[in-house]
Structure formats: structure tokens, C-alpha cells
């Protein structure tokens, strides 16, 4: 069967690999002989957008035309336009319109494991997917974390390094560094999904996005060495309701003989992953937990006591990295104890940097609010603790950071962040910052900006959230429940448009939040009698900035009078809120814990860089 398509994907998967200038035109007439086609691929629907045809195509025509199909394409002198929204929107037409949750998310007739293994081969990347030394990192817990220190260490090594790690906060470009810098949107759009291939690097770490065995990023078959974070109940919609399966997905990455790296897991979980490494003969170790002994009077740059068992398995994976690539012996000449650190893994422990993961932001009390000049009082009375805490464990680790931060613990804050002012200056997805003395006569006030995906159950993420701070003394004098401005199926840069229906999401999701919220707070379920239509209505309003410091006691939830919490009507008016009702009471520092979802971290870091 041959199928005839004239189209152009912006991204190089169908056409050519990578762009270059906007006066670029082309002629290509190539033909596909495959098992089974990349997804979205529409040999009947052409849209053209902006100088761009970009095609779309439905799993069930793909099924339709089953196996062995032939697709020639001509493509016929377009032009390619240099920019970087059009490539986010070439982008978002490749993403499913599968809700997260949907039981054939990870799998399918056409998972993204096999659609993944198709643009390799249409990319002619196979080859060079082998020749890259990769570090493999799943899990449910500190992945991120894991990989960024892994990319430190190995960067300070004097290696070249390029890391890959999911979801973006603000920018698609934030997942993949190349020796620590966030690609430029130049090298983005020139090499694009190629980028890997033309960007040359000594080692590869790469994140899992979600489970391990069919994930697109299990394309990789030989692995230098893989490791395992820890496990945890997350995602059960797609990898099963218990930790046996949760950890089979996991453990998916595994390759034949090659080495493995775990964490102290439950016995649940760690039986599956030694099963599955005796089954394929990879030999697998647990790694020990870094000790402050270890690290020579500094300070990990990642702040919270888990990340200790996270820096214990990144050096592992380093290690056993450096000697099976033959760079141990050049680096450290075998001088180095077993027991020591070496200096540059020292260093990139102390400076890894990764976004939204107990992270702390001073906000300005700038005058305007879109500059990015720095006041006279940088130090103001509003500052963000962000974390993208979205599971049980994760959420107690949040709360436990949180606490120890709002009361000064600086032996849970890293250095970067103690005693210190952060100006409103960013740049590769770093802030950078500068000591100013911390004003101590405030009144302190920890606030709760809250959102999760409608797949999490937040009757457990909000009541661990509670009980974790309250046992350190910590409790939030106020509840804000905020729609999130990203969505799951549109991929969007730091300099994207506000879309204009955020203002008018659905928030009934967010009234289901409040009423449990109230619930666990007053020991007690609140009567929900009040009309939804005039609850909706009345979150359209702002609360009055007195509502921010007004005494929770009076608080009556038989009366509807939740005066603990609130609904907002969009998460940039949040924002605003806070900022105006903090220059309002000078006397009052206001300390909100973001968490709950990434994408909700992502979306404020956004609204605060602008």
C-alpha cells in the first residue's frame, strides 16, 4: 500500500533534521518502508500554520492502514520560519490527546516507546543512541535530583556533559543541558530533535518520564550503567496499584549484564527489582546514603534530608560510570580512597542546581512588577518556597523541608539560600543572588498555594502535608486553591502568552480541594449546602487583602465562612494579590509553600520571572 503525504513536522522528524535560517527553502522526496508508522501522521489532513505544514494522524487510521506500509512524502519549497513559538506549536501537535490517566496511556497499540524507536530510525539515530555513554536513572522519587547530581559530578570531572530530565517548568529547553546550560533557543531551533546527535557529549544521563519499561526514553540498549531512586505509590492509573508493579516498570530498564544501581527500598519493591536483575544477570547494588562526614564541611547544594540517599546513589552511578568508561584511572590515577570523595565530586554535590524542588524565591517590592530591575529592597515581604511534591512520600519530604526552612533550620537549608536576598535576575534557569541582611522583627505568616492533577488523591497528599508541619511546630495561618495556567497538551516557552481562558477555568476541582482542606483543619465534614453556581460566582472575586491576616478563629465552616481558605479565580491574579497585600502591611512577612504539581511551580516561576 503507498500512501502519498506533502508535509513538513517542524521538528525533523518528517522532512529534514534540523533548520537553519529563515530564508531556507527545500525540496525532498523521500520514501518510509516501516513495520508500523510514527503516530500523528495524517495522509489526508494537511494544516498549514504560519509558513508551516505540519500533519496529523489518528491511531485509528494508522489501524486502518495496518503493517508494512509505504509512505512517500514530497516535500515542495517551504518556507521554514525562525521561531521559536512555532516551534513549541509544532511541538504540541505531536503530543496525544490521551488524559493522564487513561488506562492505555503508557502502552497502546502504538505506545511512545514505539513511537520513539520509529523516529530513530527515521532520524538514522540508532547508531548513534549506541555510541553514547548513558547513565539510565528511573524511579518515583529524586530522579531529577539523582540525574542533576550526576551531571555535576561528572561535569566537574572535566567531562562534557548533556542531561535530559522531565517535565519542564517554563521552558521545553530546560530538559536538556548541555554541561549544565539549558540549550539556547537558537541551538534549539538549529538542531532541534536532533540535537542530541549534533551536540557531542562524553556522557548522556538521561531521566525516565514516567514508569521505565515503556517509556520512550527505554530506547536506550546499551546503557553504560542504570540506576533506580526510590519507589513509591505515584502514577498508579497507568503502572498498577501496588508497589510489586510499580516497581516491574521501574526495574524495565535493566539491560543484559549491564551494572545496576538502587536505594534502600520496602521489601515489596526490592524483591521485584532483584528478581528482575537475577533474570537478566545485571549485577546490582544498593547504594549507601551520603553522611555529612563525606562531604568535607560543605553542604549539599539540593536542600532536605532525602536528598542524602539521592547524592549516595548519583556517586555510585558516577563511579561505576568513570571506571567502566576508563576515565577513573585518568582522573584520580587510582590515588583516591575508597571512602573518600574526590574533589570534583565535592564540587558538583555543592553546585548542582535543578528548578521547583525545594527551591526559594524572594520576591521583589517593586514598584512595577514586570521589571526585571531589582528595588532598593529586594528583600521584601513576600517569599516563594516551591516544590513539585505530588506523591505521599514526596509531600511528607516537602513538609518537613518547608518547616525546618520557615524557622531558620540552617542545617536543612543549603548555603546558596541561607541568610540570603534573591534579586529578581535569572538566566539558564538559574537565579542568581546576592546577600543583603534579613530583616527578624516581622510577623510570620506561612500560607498554602495548592493544586494537583485530579489523578493524585489529594485525601492523602493534604492531610500528610498537615500533620507533617504541624509535628515541627509549622501551620498555615491560610489555604489558597489555584487553577494551574498549563495544560498537559500544549507545550509553551517563558515568553508565551498568557492564554486568555485561564480566567474563566472550571473550578470546581478547586472547591473539592477547599472542602477537604476545611475538613481536616476543623476535624469535621463542612456542610457543602451553599450553592455551586454562587460558589463559583463568589471565587470570581477576589478575598479583600484583610482576609490574608485576619484571625483564623473565627473561622465557621457550618456557616460557609471559610475564612482558613479560599478559591482563586486564576493563579496570575494569586500573584498579583499576594504582592498587593503584602505592600500593604509592611509589618506582616508572607511565606507561601508552593506544591502539589510541577506544573503549578512552573507556572508561578513563570509569573515571577516576568
Not at 508497589?243 to 524495565?252: C, D, Q, T
Not at 548555603?415 to 510577623?443: P, Y
Not at 455551586?532 to 463568589?538: E, S, T, V
Request: glycine share 6%; hydrophobic share 40%; proline share 4%.
Amino acid at each position: 500500500m503507498l500512501v502519498y503525504a506533502n508535509s513538513y513536522l517542524k521538528c525533523g522528524i518528517f522532512g529534514v533534521s534540523h533548520f537553519h535560517k529563515k530564508d531556507c527553502h527545500f525540496s525532498i522526496r523521500r520514501t518510509w518502508s516501516l513495520n508500523c508508522l510514527p503516530a500523528r501522521v495524517d495522509a489526508l489532513h494537511l494544516t498549514r500554520r504560519i509558513g508551516v505544514v505540519y500533519t496529523v494522524m489518528s491511531s485509528k487510521v494508522m489501524e486502518k492502514m495496518g503493517n508494512n506500509v509505504v509512505v512517500k512524502e514530497d516535500l515542495q519549497d517551504f518556507d521554514v520560519p525562525y521561531s521559536y513559538e512555532t516551534a513549541m506549536e509544532a511541538l504540541s501537535s505531536l503530543i496525544t490527546r490521551k488524559k493522564r490517566g487513561d488506562k492505555s496511556f503508557v502502552g497502546g497499540t502504538y505506545g511512545k516507546l514505539e513511537r520513539m524507536s520509529e523516529y530513530l530510525k527515521i532520524l538514522g539515530l540508532e547508531e548513534h543512541m549506541d555510541g553514547l555513554k548513558i547513565i539510565h536513572v528511573a524511579g518515583t522519587k529524586g530522579k531529577g535530583s539523582t540525574c542533576t547530581f550526576c551531571e555535576a559530578v561528572l561535569r566537574e570531572c572535566g567531562l562534557q556533559t548533556g542531561l535530559f530530565t522531565s517535565p519542564h517548568l517554563i521552558d521545553v529547553r530546560e530538559r536538556f543541558r548541555i554541561n549544565g546550560l539549558d540549550i539556547s533557543e537558537d541551538k534549539f531551533l538549529q538542531y532541534f530533535w536532533d540535537c542530541w546527535n549534533q551536540l557531542k557529549v562524553d556522557v548522556a544521563i538521561i531521566e525516565v518520564g514516567l514508569g521505565g519499561t515503556k517509556d520512550s526514553t527505554n530506547v536506550i540498549e546499551k546503557p553504560v550503567v542504570c540506576g533506580i531512586t526510590s519507589l513509591g505509590m505515584d502514577h498508579t492509573e497507568t503502572l498498577g496499584n501496588t508497589l510489586a508493579l510499580i516497581a516491574s516498570h521501574k526495574a524495565g530498564i535493566f539491560k543484559p549484564q549491564i551494572p545496576a544501581f538502587t536505594v534502600p527500598q520496602l521489601s515489596e519493591a526490592m524483591d521485584v527489582i532483584l528478581q528482575r536483575a537475577h533474570e537478566l544477570k545485571v549485577p546490582l547494588k544498593v547504594a549507601t546514603p551520603l553522611d555529612n562526614e563525606q562531604l568535607n564541611g560543605l553542604k549539599l547544594s539540593l536542600s532536605g534530608d532525602h536528598q542524602f540517599i539521592n547524592a549516595g546513589l548519583a556517586v555510585s552511578l558516577c563511579k561505576c560510570w568513570l571506571q567502566r568508561t576508563g576515565n577513573w584511572e585518568k582522573l584520580f590515577q587510582n590515588d583516591i580512597q575508597e571512602a573518600n570523595l574526590p574533589e570534583a565530586f565535592l564540587r558538583g554535590l555543592s553546585t548542582a542546581h535543578i528548578s521547583g524542588r525545594a527551591q526559594i524565591v524572594y520576591d521583589t517590592c517593586s514598584q512595577s512588577y514586570n521589571s526585571l530591575k531589582v528595588s532598593e529592597n529586594p528583600c521584601g515581604d513576600l517569599v516563594f518556597y516551591l516544590d513539585g511534591a505530588h506523591s505521599p512520600e514526596s509531600m511528607e519530604a516537602c513538609a518537613k523541608w518547608f518547616s525546618s526552612a520557615v524557622k531558620g533550620n540552617m542545617k536543612s537549608l543549603s548555603t546558596s539560600f541561607n541568610v540570603e536576598c534573591l534579586e529578581e535576575v535569572w538566566g539558564n534557569g538559574h537565579i542568581q543572588h546576592a546577600r543583603k541582611s534579613m530583616e527578624s522583627d516581622k510577623l510570620l505568616k506561612q500560607i498554602l498555594l495548592f493544586n494537583c492533577m485530579d489523578v493524585r488523591d489529594p485525601q492523602i497528599l493534604l492531610p500528610r502535608l498537615v500533620s507533617t508541619c504541624a509535628s515541627s511546630g509549622t501551620h498555615f495561618a491560610k489555604a489558597l486553591f489555584v487553577p494551574s495556567m498549563s495544560t498537559y497538551n500544549k507545550v509553551t516557552s517563558g515568553a508565551s502568552v498568557i492564554p486568555s481562558d485561564i480566567f474563566n477555568r472550571d473550578l470546581s476541582w478547586q472547591f473539592n480541594l477547599q472542602r477537604l482542606w476545611e475538613k481536616i483543619i476543623h476535624v469535621k465534614e463542612v456542610d457543602t449546602s451553599l450553592d455551586m453556581g454562587a460558589k463559583m460566582d463568589n471565587a470570581k472575586i477576589l478575598p479583600p487583602h484583610e482576609f490574608l491576616y485576619e484571625d483564623a478563629s473565627h473561622c465557621n465552616p457550618a456557616d460557609n465562612n471559610f475564612s482558613c481558605s479560599a478559591v482563586m479565580p486564576s493563579l496570575p491574579l494569586t500573584i498579583k494579590w499576594l504582592r498587593d497585600c503584602v505592600k500593604e502591611n509592611p509589618s506582616v512577612r508572607v511565606q507561601v509553600l508552593v506544591t502539589g504539581s510541577l506544573h503549578l511551580v512552573g507556572d508561578v516561576l513563570k509569573l515571577l520571572k516576568r
